[in-house]
């Protein structure tokens, strides 16, 4: 690549230094400014298009917005993401890493064509899931895909949403019935749900846990939640039988082999904080009593983060 001044001076840059400044780009890829200029470098000669390209193809999304208008413009931007795609098949089979879908979103016949061709194609590391409809009620031809994303042999897992204990039961099966070599993080966001259901939720994902026991090669463990709770309930008592659980089967000898991080970062959702307020031990004797094996343990570092808030 060349500079040329008015004097007519020619400036080579050495192509090692050319992908220095497109990594360095890249490694802040998801602002705007830097992805603009990554487009205009691809743009100034053939060698940059392939170094510009594994950044700027890395990440493919099928996100929703709750706003029409955003939603519109998204739908046509994506349609003309799709047809360019569908088109450059060395694109997809050798850039795309980190996949975002929506399942709110309603899929078009052109995202359906791109996400059977990223399954099959791309060198996938990364996946990542949201929703606020219960699993039933997602349409199967929708569940097909999403199930079958999760059967590539990814390193990062993401699921974000409500009413997500029917979809702890189907990602849970999948994952147990085709177990992932190299999945080695998973964040699960339960997003918010009630006291009469953290049972059924909770419960669901330790089952899940237990499936994958000594199945796995899990290095991060990441869960957040919000519980509302109604007054005279006993939240932190139900919890803490639920946290012993947890605590057990994420230390078992041999159930987690790999695992080094656990992050559990819960907000209790209720009209009066001052009803959570009963118990009063610290923030410290609370988590010993709920999380006794993980905090001891010497390999795992575990964070556990809690709050209230009212409504």
Known sequence: MTAQ??????????????GHIADALGANWSYTVPRRTLQALSLTCTFMVPICR????SKVGFGYSENYNERKDLREWRNGRNEFLLTQPTITSHYVKFLEVDTMLKFS???????????DTSPLTSVTISSSFSWDRIIEKKKTIVLSLLQKPIETLQIHGDQLEDWLV????????????????????????DEEN?????????????????????????????????????????FTEWAAD???????????????????????????????????RSADELTKAQFPRLLESRVIDFRYFFDWDSY
């Open 5 to 18: 001044s008015n004097t007519e001076t020619i400036i080579t840059l050495p192509p090692d230094i050319l």
């Open 54 to 57: 594994r950044y700027l193809f």
């Open 109 to 119: 016949t052109s995202d359906y064509d791109l996400l059977k061709i990223i399954r």
């Open 170 to 193: 189907g990602i849970g099966s999948s994952l147990t019935a085709n177990p992932q070599p190299r999945l080695r993080s998973v964040t699960l966001d339960l997003g918010e749900f």
């Open 198 to 238: 953290d049972e059924m939720i909770l419960d669901e994902l330790n089952s899940d846990l237990r499936q994958l026991s000594e199945k796995n090669i899990l290095e991060v463990l990441k869960l957040q939640m919000t519980i509302k709770v109604y007054q005279d309930s006993e939240p932190i008592k139900y």
């Open 246 to 280: 947890f605590d057990e089967i994420l230390t078992d000898f041999g159930a987690f082999p790999a695992l080094r991080e656990v992050i559990v970062d819960l907000t209790w959702f209720t009209r009066d904080t001052a009803e959570l307020c009963y118990d009063s």
